[in-house]
């Protein structure tokens, strides 16, 4: 499944990179910072305006040499995802990440985004590029937490952080580093933040829901740790991709399914499948998708072309969220219009889900360490950025929202 790379590059330019990989293959897995310094550096490009002030003064002008830049690799990848190309805001994450490189390297680096299933499952995004067979995804982490329950952390866990504040602890919060490091331990992949669809809606069911009794013996399509928590409150949990929900919701194969938010679960039709249309999604506050590169191939590139990579993913995190936010509202409004029924989680629902949430992540740090080093930090920081939020967004939003 291995897509053929075509490099073309001078010979300079070739040996450094020869040499880099060379010495990359030979050690452990590093950390991020650590990677960026075995890409291969460019060669220095004299300037005209430097060339200038060494030429011979009062003599007749004399032809001046070419400036020695280095030609850059020509690399094409194609990029598994887990999204159906018609979810064009989800699938665009991944193509904004595509022409931001593109346009960053002169079209010298391509990267192609695949739909689910071309290149491997939608599940099985983080699979194949750590096995190498494809060298570049775009998925959600969270679909992994049975590798990993480290991996619930990539995208988001119930009760936990929203979009704004998932930002703060990936890049400012030590986050993004913690992870990267446990990424290329137990998969051999280096991942960057590359798009997120903002606090997600609770979810399609076929039927009223008001108590936890209401839960018992649901089948529902739920992934990471939110099916986690739902098993606990007796659900029955299936992780279905994207592009299947609607028949399976439609052929009663689930009683319930979560996708996203209005905006895309209007195109997927869930709202022709199930009337009951429930909210927050307390599992998904603020999911961050990812962009995953297998190490050794992030380890061949150019720094020019890595720092592209992370540059355009910041840019898919930022346009996918907005994305979201703009086109929700106008689709919810369609929706309810329909003949949706719109309806709030229970407080009896919320309280034993965030109950059992804590209770599972307690869990996971008795066993798993590389869990409970992140989880106690994560914690922390949830902590006091809630104290915060609690003063200046809730002190507006509550003002505002309450007209």
């Not at 598994?80 to 699938?91: G, Q």
């Not at 399609?204 to 839960?215: G, H």
């Not at 006091?384 to 809730?394: F, G, H, Q």
Request: charge should be neutral; charged fraction near 20%.
């Amino acid at each position: 499944m291995r897509r053929r790379v075509f490099l073309r590059s001078v010979a300079a330019g070739s040996a450094a990179l020869t040499a880099a990989t060379l010495a990359a293959c030979g050690q452990a897995p590093q950390t991020p910072a650590q990677q960026a310094t075995t890409a291969p550096a460019q060669q220095a490009t004299t300037a005209p305006a430097q060339q200038a002030t060494t030429a011979p003064v009062a003599t007749a002008p004399q032809a001046q040499a070419p400036a020695q830049t280095s030609e850059m690799p020509s690399i094409e990848w194609d990029m598994a995802t887990s999204w159906p190309v018609a979810l064009d805001t989800i699938f665009g994450g991944a193509q904004t990440v595509a022409d931001r490189v593109a346009a960053m390297t002169d079209g010298k680096f391509k990267i192609t985004p695949r739909a689910a299933g071309e290149l491997a499952p939608g599940l099985q995004v983080l699979d194949v590029v750590q096995q190498d067979a494809v060298p570049i995804g775009h998925t959600a982490s969270y679909y992994y937490v049975g590798k990993s329950p480290v991996t619930a952390f990539g995208t988001s866990l119930p009760f936990g952080l929203n979009a704004q504040q998932q930002n703060a602890w990936l890049y400012d919060g030590g986050g993004l580093e913690k992870l990267q490091a446990v990424y290329a331990k137990l998969f051999g992949v280096i991942q960057f933040p590359a798009g997120n669809t903002g606090v997600q809606m609770g979810g399609w069911f076929r039927k009223e829901i008001n108590t936890v009794a209401d839960l018992q013996g649901l089948k529902m399509r739920i992934p990471g740790l939110g099916g986690q928590v739902m098993t606990k409150l007796g659900v029955t949990v299936q992780v279905i991709a994207g592009g299947e929900i609607f028949q399976a919701l439609q052929t009663g194969a689930v009683d319930a399914a979560e996708w996203v938010g209005p905006y895309d679960d209007e195109k997927l039709g869930l709202n022709k499948a199930a009337q009951f249309y429930y909210y927050p999604g307390w599992w998904e506050p603020g999911p961050t998708l990812e962009v995953q590169v297998n190490l050794n191939r992030w380890n061949e590139l150019p720094k020019t072309y890595q720092e592209a990579i992370k540059t355009a993913s910041a840019e898919a995190n930022i346009t996918m969220l907005a994305r979201y936010d703009a086109r929700n509202r106008q689709a919810l409004k369609r929706l309810v219009d329909g003949g949706v029924q719109l309806r709030p989680y229970s407080k009896e629902i919320l309280d034993a889900a965030e109950k059992a949430a804590f209770e599972l992540y307690d869990e996971f740090a008795a066993k798993d360490a590389d869990f409970k080093a992140i989880y106690e930090e994560w914690k922390a920081f949830r902590t006091a950025i809630y104290e915060w939020n609690r003063v200046n967004e809730a002190g507006f939003t509550n003002y505002v929202y309450s007209k």
